[in-house]
């Protein structure tokens, strides 16, 4: 027997880091819009204690998801096929999304708690240099969540909904990834981030409109110091022709009001892609 879920990927507009020694309490507050493209997991038992990942057709090692479903059920094996419609490791939740889309499946398979599965993608998240709030904001329901306390979705993390959506918006991806991992290990940056997201956060709860959104992430990714010339650059020239647009966090990435035609029109080499926000269910199917 074969499941299938769905989990959406997530785009973090502004946040502010909480490390502390109990992993249930680490995580970040802030802001971000959860996305209708993401990840999508189908996963069959296998008769061994072999787990097979492969995302988007090719074998992969996988270690967030590997150690999830080893942690959920062990001594039990798993195909698991992940097709993510975002690219990996640019500030899209996708290391969230795609644990966690595997880990309900086994949940479900096994007739585990659903929580099993996002209490153990969230250790896994947090102590393998994944992200620091994707799951929280992607187990939310809302379209534009507000992360209102850190940690372990319904143990210490409490999101709620900004009550703001986005029916189209666009992604501009660069060819170089931001290292997530690096920049997470980073102490000085990690104290600039807290700092700046503190008051980036405040500044989009003063003004919680489409307007404030992109202002306050605007106001975090240029004080923090993460923009590169090229993301500099392809930002100025998107406000130029009137649009809204912001830097996902964390990644070599944007994403913006502006059409796909229009984007397509000023930029080369880069990849693009369309979605809105989602404020629907996850599901799990058995297929």
Not at 76 to 95: M, N, T, V, W, Y
Not at 134 to 151: C, H, K, M, T, Y
Request: aromatic content about 8%; hydrophobic content about 35%; proline content about 3%.
């Amino acid at each position: 027997m074969k499941y299938k879920a769905f989990v959406p990927g997530h785009i973090s507009c502004i946040f502010r880091p909480f490390r502390t020694d109990d992993v249930t309490t680490t995580g970040s507050t802030g802001f971000g819009i959860r996305l209708n493209l993401g990840c999508t997991a189908t996963v069959w038992e296998r008769d061994d204690e072999i787990i097979n990942i492969s995302i988007n057709g090719r074998r992969s090692e996988a270690s967030i998801t590997h150690a999830a479903v080893e942690a959920i059920a062990p001594g039990k094996g798993f195909e698991i096929r992940l097709k993510h419609d975002l690219p990996l490791g640019q500030g899209f939740g996708a290391s969230a999304s795609g644990t966690y889309a595997a880990t309900l499946c086994v949940a479900d398979l096994l007739e585990l708690d659903r929580k099993d599965a996002l209490s153990v993608t969230h250790r896994m998240e947090c102590t393998m240099g994944g992200g620091l709030g994707d799951l929280l904001a992607i187990d939310s329901g809302f379209g534009v969540p507000i992360r209102e306390s850190a940690g372990m979705p319904y143990v210490s993390g409490r999101t709620s909904d900004s009550g703001l959506s986005f029916e189209k918006l666009s992604l501009l991806v660069f060819k170089e990834p931001l290292s997530t991992k690096s920049v997470l290990s980073d102490e000085e940056m990690m104290s600039r981030i807290a700092r700046e997201g503190d008051k980036s956060t405040s500044m989009f709860a003063s003004d919680r409109t489409v307007d404030g959104l992109f202002k306050a992430s605007n106001s975090f990714s240029e004080e923090i110091g993460l923009e590169s010339d090229e993301m500099k650059g392809a930002l100025s020239g998107i406000r130029k022709e009137g649009y809204k647009a912001g830097m996902c966090m964390l990644g070599n990435s944007i994403f913006t009001t502006a059409p796909y035609d229009v984007l397509n029109d000023m930029f080369q080499d880069v990849q693009l892609l369309s979605c809105g926000s989602y404020a629907g269910p996850i599901e799990v199917t058995r297929i």
